[in-house]
């Protein structure tokens, strides 16, 4: 298995659980998921080409 393709998947269930559990439900787990989206796609503007 492809370590960056399992860590994620491993994490997330978890981490929504948090977040749900703790932080509003399911809209704090949209808002939440909304900012990382848009912080990924921001991460990755910058990128011109892969080698």
Do not use: E, K
């Amino acid at each position: 298995m492809n370590i960056a393709s399992l860590v994620p998947q491993a994490f997330a269930p978890p981490a929504a659980g948090v977040i749900i559990a703790g932080l509003g439900g399911y809209p704090a787990l949209y808002v939440i998921t909304a900012g990382t989206a848009a912080l990924s796609g921001y991460a990755v503007l910058r990128v011109r080409a892969i080698r």
